[in-house]
């Protein structure tokens, strides 16, 4: 009887413990670790309420250099419309985004149009230090775009975004929630200045941050630098003391004799490894190397220097300080060295400073101090190297563009290394001379912009390429010639009178018709060729696109004549059909044409932006 209570007991006992591990994991999944705030409805202008976005070309904003080099793209527009677009146009193609978004500092004029208290802030409010929603507003902001540009960014694809410390806690998580943690590459600090303001009594702040996650579990490496094949690597870890100095003035070279093992190693009770030369170590200038021993960590385990010297490595031991041995791996080629945290000036002379980004816009616009607080092209420019460095044709985004820093970032890289790397820019049309609460400095700077007729930051954003590409005279009245490269320039449309969920067949034709742009941009043929009341045909270096936009028929033979014309000149060429459904039934039209692909419009337009709204 006494064994049968004590296995009640047990068995009430065993209950009890699985009762408690239910109620604790379902608290687990109850209690998500996250970042939680208020969201906050954006409102968007009228115009674009309730309607579909699309892209029309600027024509009289394109910049064509026949040279052979990459068009890129400029898109004015707010970014959230903007993105909506490129969702469809460049879904799964972007390799890096770069942007350097408001940092909500409650002076940087971060405008939120609250769809909550529109009837209070018909225009939108700038948000203050102690506004009750601060964080929250900046977050939802934030969100919004952040989730389109995860879909934008290719399987290996990375992103880096710029913060300060008043919201980089908050875009940590908020990027851990949206990419996974298991995604975080890593927060590079860059030394903005080398000599503070003093103008906070607290804390002189002479840094930003740099997050950086990437888009899937396979990172693609990223490069700070070379490892020069000729350079040797420490034996003994830098950071230990060594006991025993070796003598000679010269550096001397020692290779491995018949016998296995280089070093004779022991552990001592500190945990320090002492090397001993091996008695069969040849000393090339007649030497011997007996009793020679350092006391240090070994960097290399003795099978991998076995292995090393197997495949030609040698050994020195040179005159220095500290008397390290060092080994040469005889390499082939050039390892990566990836890129340090700390992006400072004193450490890496091609980073500079704030100081150094106002001095090359001032030199772009011939003297003029026209923007506030640019990043420098040397900054962006390592960034976009450092992950772009084996794919040089990559697409790289910034939807906050501000003055153009990473257009002209990539164009000088491009420059250097002869790459093909594409630039698409967003910047909204954001009045250069109506931001409250500026330093003197800025407002100089704001009058400056407005009285050289910028009237918009997307002003300053399209001239700073611009003399970029074609050639500008400096601040020192000198000629500086124009590095090349084409540039296409779109603005943001609106269509129809239903959003893409509601759209009816009058949306649905509406959007076919103006879709040419959208089209040509997501097959990366930019040039218009011919335009009429029924079709449309774009091309590119290497393929062509072809649009029959209307649901009447009438030039539909004329428009396969064009095609065929079209289609032998180029590796592929796209032909899009308006349909209600499946452009399947126009494929025989064109069996006698070559090199085509077949495609419908509008429903694959409005199932992405359905998902997006969704």
């Known amino acids: 009887m006494e064994k049968e209570g004590y296995e009640a007991q047990i068995k009430a006992l065993r209950e009890e413990i699985e009762l408690l591990k239910k109620k604790q994991t379902y608290e687990i999944k109850r209690q998500k670790y996250g970042l939680n705030w208020i969201d906050v409805p954006e409102a968007f202008e009228k115009d674009s309420e309730n309607k579909i976005?699309?892209?029309e070309e600027v024509k009289d904003k394109s910049i064509k250099n026949d040279d052979g080099k990459p068009t890129h793209i400029l898109i004015e527009g707010d970014n959230y419309h903007a993105l909506q677009c490129l969702n469809y146009t460049h879904k799964g193609k972007i390799d890096v985004i770069y942007i350097d978004p408001p940092y909500n500092t409650g002076s940087d004029g971060f405008i939120y149009k609250d769809a909550r208290f529109l009837e209070e802030y018909p225009d939108g409010t700038e948000i203050p230090k102690d506004h009750p929603l601060r964080h929250s507003v900046w977050l939802s902001f934030m969100y919004k775009r952040l989730k389109i540009a995860k879909q934008l960014l290719s399987k290996d694809g990375i992103i880096f975004i710029s913060i300060d410390d008043n919201e980089q806690a908050n875009l940590k998580l908020l990027c851990d929630e949206i990419w996974g943690h298991n995604h975080f590459i890593g927060q590079f600090i860059w030394q903005k200045k080398t000599q503070p303001s003093f103008l906070s009594k607290e804390v002189a702040n002479i840094t930003e941050y740099i997050l950086c996650y990437k888009n899937c579990d396979k990172?693609?490496?990223?490069?700070?630098?070379?490892?020069?094949?000729?350079r040797d690597g420490e034996l003994v870890n830098i950071g230990n003391p060594i006991c025993e100095r070796i003598l000679y003035k010269d550096s001397v070279e020692i290779e491995r004799g018949e016998f296995s093992g280089l070093l004779k190693k022991g552990i001592y009770g500190n945990g320090v490894l002492q090397i001993e030369l091996l008695d069969d170590v040849e000393v090339k200038n007649g030497k011997p190397f007996s009793d020679i021993h350092i006391k240090g960590r070994i960097s290399r385990s003795q099978t991998t220097l076995d292995s090393d010297i197997q495949n030609g490595a040698k050994i020195f031991i040179r005159n220095t300080i500290t008397m390290r041995p060092t080994i040469n791996l005889n390499r082939k080629e050039a390892s990566i060295k990836p890129p340090i945290s700390l992006f400072s000036k004193k450490l890496n002379e091609s980073i500079p400073t704030n100081t150094d980004a106002s001095s090359e816009m001032k030199n772009l616009f011939s003297g003029i101090n026209i923007m506030n607080y640019p990043k420098p092209t040397g900054l962006i420019k390592y960034l976009i190297d450092s992950t772009t460095f084996n794919k040089m044709d990559a697409i790289i985004l910034?939807?906050?563009a501000g003055s153009?820093?990473?257009?002209?970032?990539?164009?000088?890289?491009?420059?250097e290394d002869q790459g093909k790397r594409?630039?698409?820019?967003?910047?909204?049309?954001?009045?250069?001379?109506?931001?409250?609460?500026?330093?003197?400095?800025?407002?100089?700077e704001s009058e400056a912009a407005y009285s050289s007729g910028y009237k918009y930051i997307s002003d300053i954003t399209y001239e700073r390429n611009r003399r970029v590409m074609q050639g500008y005279t400096n601040s020192k009245g000198e000629q500086v010639p124009g590095l090349g490269n084409s540039l296409k320039y779109y603005k943001t449309a609106f269509i129809g009178q239903n959003n893409c969920k509601n759209a009816n067949d009058d949306d649905r034709t509406e959007l076919a018709k103006k879709a040419g742009c959208l089209l040509s941009l997501g097959e990366n043929t930019l040039d218009e060729i011919c335009s009429t009341e029924y079709y449309q045909l774009f091309t590119g270096s290497k393929e062509a696109t072809a649009v029959y936009f209307t649901d009447d028929y009438e030039k539909f033979d004329e428009f396969k004549e064009k095609v065929a014309e079209l289609a032998p000149k180029f590796k592929k060429t796209f032909v899009y059909i308006f349909a209600w459904s499946s452009a399947d039934d126009f494929a025989y039209e064109f069996e006698d044409v070559p090199n085509i692909q077949i495609k419908a419009i509008p429903l694959p337009i409005l199932e992405i932006y359905k998902s997006i709204y969704n």
Do not use: M, W, Y
């Open 422 to 444: 594409q630039c698409i820019l967003v910047q909204k049309a954001e009045p250069t001379f109506d931001i409250k609460n500026q330093t003197e400095v800025a407002k100089k």
């Open 53 to 55: 976005p699309v892209l």
């Open 219 to 230: 990172q693609r490496p990223l490069k700070g630098g070379f490892i020069d094949i000729n």
């Open 404 to 415: 153009g820093t990473t257009l002209n970032s990539v164009i000088n890289l491009n420059h």
């Open 398 to 400: 910034d939807f906050f």
